[in-house]
């Protein structure tokens, strides 16, 4: 890579790819912006992956039209050449006597080596970097960190480590916990990081080269002067979402990308969006109540994530803290410990606190009842209360409040809870409604449509951690795996994320229960450039199974399998069909999605590649979403239950699909009696096959691998269904086969996903 150069421009002494030398020997690069006259400046710094060349303008081009259209001060007063996504702007900080520090963090921009994002290497790096620029000559040995989101969140991870010369950090809806905040909501694994890193990382990555964009101020390219290729970009970065879905609970993975809050004692100011549900403001007010600083102080603001950083609220502020700690000058000794702009249904008002939770906060219960109602007394008697887990849930809401009425805080929800499976995911939603029962939601840090407040849980991490846990914000351990016993009831502790909203009289509060996202409507055309996802309540936040889609047919016995593992495991998918009858499998379309030209095909994520056969697509659900597992913990029992998954899905069932049919018909000129003598043969060969398995060997019970469901259950199932719905089999001779279809099709799971149920399967009889 060429060397450092600088240059006098716009009022500011800019030094591009200036290298500093990590203790690993790999260089990465910076832009520093400084004042023209010599001199030692104190510094904010940014360390992060979004290419300090790339321009806000050309790789976020949605977000900054609409910040610049609704906030013209954001542009004022900069030629704005220099603005870059979630970072300051040194046209705006350089004239206040600061050096600006943008370093390209590893594997990102025009640092090369390989990605792996808050890693204990990355918060290694940006810790070197801070005490490199302390250590300049135009330093004054204060280092400030300030910025959004990434550049927010590894501020607490490197402020664990102490460097020296770190003085003051503002962490802009800044998440901290990489488990609780950002991974796993409640234990429910997050889809957002591997979009995000999709079209948000992979996009800049050092090598892209000649393949990426230029600078548009520099002319540098913005990824490296090297074009590597695919190969080599693959493997100079981490399997992030992989990464993430090999670690369902918080371990050491997880810990070494999450803060060490008795560790967090420099001076910061803690900045949460209220509408920031889904990844930051959860860690804005845990470091604020939990870090072991004496100088710290939270700010709380509505609308887009990225705007109030860049409006000269949002700059002001940070500039009064950093003049306060890097030059000790200005007001901000004075500034009361807590700053909330308080949410009304029309505008935000500004209040100043002294602690956070408020200590005048008066502590309401409301109670569910059977009913639908929401209420400050408890019903005179229980009852339950049943609804779909991937349906629309349960809403209970109030009476109309009678006057004004100010919720700002943490809210928490306990719920008694039983599930017909063994494990059950709770999305937990807070919401307000108008007289007429519109649904009050705000522009949140994403979502233009985003609702009060919102919590989730899965019901197998219910485990508290006793001493973290408060009343208003339950602390789950989420260390191990609780199944449910079906049927039997457990009590959840729901955090939900601290809110704000001032309601009118006249409007009613509500709490939505659902087993899947929230969804403001179906539809709703909202987008963002560096999204995959339309903006539908919940953002890009999204939870895995909501952006499935499964090609399959109602009749196909390999897709009936894939429906089932989906039902169990709790997980949504679109079901696209693909009419075998009508030979719509060999498409154009479809086998551009699966080359075989068979189903099902499973899409995890827009644009991603798709998972085929059905066995494989069962064990990567089971890998990705553990709870319930479909196979045995010891080898010889997982070996087991592949083996007579096997025998139907792989003996069996290929002899009996449309293609063999189609050739005995068509090549083989064998009459319709024929045809069927032949499937009945080889459907009933499989099943009695597997009988003498589970006739003989001990490890057969209730399932056919003791009474734990799994992949082979389902396998048997589907096999049993040909012989049964399509073949009309005399199934007298697997007796035992049988009694497990029968113990299976008491299940939601495997009854509800019956080819014959569905709704395809109409227009066929």
């Known amino acids: 890579m060429a060397a450092a150069r600088g240059e006098l421009r716009d009022g500011m002494r800019v030094e591009w790819d200036v290298p500093i030398v990590m203790d690993d020997g790999l260089v990465l690069r910076a832009d520093v912006f400084r004042p023209p006259e010599d001199g030692r400046y104190p510094v904010i710094l940014s360390y992060g992956p979004y290419a300090k060349g790339l321009a806000f303008q050309d790789g976020y081009p949605s977000a900054w039209q609409r910040m610049v259209a609704e906030h013209p001060d954001v542009p004022h007063g900069s030629t704005n050449k220099y603005q870059a996504w979630e970072v300051v702007d040194p046209e705006k900080w350089v004239p206040e006597g600061y050096a600006c520090v943008r370093v390209d963090s590893r594997g990102a921009g025009r640092s090369p080596g390989h990605i792996d994002h808050f890693s204990p290497r990355e918060t290694q790096d940006f810790y070197q970097c801070i005490e490199w620029a302390g250590k300049q000559r135009w330093s004054s040995g204060k280092v400030g960190l300030n910025g959004i989101s990434y550049y927010g969140i590894n501020q607490w991870h490197v402020a664990s480590l102490q460097p020296p010369h770190l003085a003051a950090m503002c962490i802009w809806e800044g998440a901290a916990d990489w488990y609780r905040d950002m991974t796993h909501h409640g234990g429910i694994l997050c889809s957002f990081w591997a979009n995000w890193y999709d079209l948000q990382v992979k996009t800049v990555q050092y090598g892209l080269g000649e393949r990426g964009p230029r600078s548009r101020v520099s002319g540098a390219l913005v990824c490296g002067d090297e074009t590597l290729s695919d190969k080599q970009l693959a493997a100079n970065r981490c399997d992030f979402g992989d990464d993430i879905l090999a670690h369902p609970l918080d371990d050491d993975y997880h810990k070494a990308r999450s803060p060490q809050w008795e560790s967090v004692t420099v001076p910061f100011l803690s900045a949460a969006n209220w509408g920031g549900q889904g990844l930051h403001p959860r860690g ?126 943490p809210l928490a929800a306990h719920l008694t809870v039983s599930s017909t499976t063994t494990d059950a995911d709770l ?52 260390d191990e795996s609780q199944p449910l016993e079906p049927g039997k009831p457990v009590t959840l502790d729901i955090e939900i994320w601290p809110t704000s909203i001032v309601v009118p009289p006249g409007y009613r509060l509500a709490l939505s229960v659902r087993g899947r996202d929230y969804e403001w409507q179906k539809s709703t055309g909202a987008r963002l450039s560096n999204f995959k996802n339309e903006l539908r309540g919940c953002g890009p936040f999204l939870h895995t199974g909501d952006s499935m889609k499964l090609y399959g047919f109602w009749r196909s016995l390999a897709t009936y399998r894939v429906r089932v593992a989906l039902a169990l495991k709790g997980l949504k998918a679109e079901e696209i069909s693909i009419d075998l009858l009508k ?155 049988m009694r497990i279809y029968s113990t299976c099709m008491e299940m939601d799971a495997f009854s509800r996903a019956h080819p014959l149920k569905q709704q395809a399967a109409g227009a066929h009889h």
Request: glycine share 6%.
């Open 284 to 409: 804005n007010f845990e470091g604020f109540v939990r870090a072991a600083s004496r100088e710290k102080w939270l700010e709380v603001h509505g609308i887009e994530h990225w705007t109030h950083f860049y409006t000269d609220y949002g700059r002001k502020l940070q500039l009064r803290f950093f003049d306060h700690f890097l030059k000790g000058k200005g007001d901000w000794a004075a500034q009361p410990p807590v700053q909330l702009q308080v949410r009304h249904l029309d505008r935000f008002v500004e209040r100043h606190e002294n602690e956070w939770p408020l200590a005048r906060t008066k502590w309401v219960k409301m109670y569910l009842h059977p009913d639908g109602q929401l209420k400050g007394a408890a019903a005179a008697e229980s009852r339950n209360v049943a609804f779909e887990a991937l349906g629309d849930g349960l809403t209970f809401i109030s009476e109309p409040v009678v006057k004004e009425a100010e919720i700002t805080g």
């Open 427 to 478: 999305f937990v939603v807070f919401r307000v409604f108008t007289p007429d029962l519109r649904e009050v939601t705000f522009m949140g840090a994403i979502d233009p449509h985003t609702p009060i407040a919102q919590g989730w849980l899965r019901a197998s991490h219910r485990k508290l951690d006793q001493q973290l846990t408060e009343p208003w914000r339950p602390y789950h351990t989420h």
């Open 583 to 737: 030979g719509k499998q060999m498409s154009e379309d479809y086998l551009a999605v699966n080359p075989q030209g068979v189903v099902p095909a499973l899409i995890i994520d827009e644009g991603g590649p798709p998972l085929f056969q059905s066995l494989a697509i069962i064990e990567y659900l089971n890998e990705t979403q553990p709870q319930p597992p479909l196979l045995p913990q010891d080898p010889r029992g997982r070996a087991r239950v592949r083996g007579l998954a096997l025998i139907a899905a792989a003996d069996g069932h290929p002899l009996i699909t449309p293609r063999i049919r189609n050739y005995l018909e068509k090549e083989m000129r064998q009459d319709e009696s024929a045809r069927n003598r032949w499937l009945a043969h080889w459907t009933m060969r499989a099943l009695e096959a597997i009988e003498s398995h589970l006739a003989n060997e001990r490890e057969t019970g209730r399932f056919c691998h003791g009474d734990q469901l799994t992949i082979a259950d389902i396998c048997v199932v589907s096999q049993l269904i040909g012989a049964l719905a399509y073949f009309n089999c005399d199934t007298s001779s697997v007796p035992r086969a």
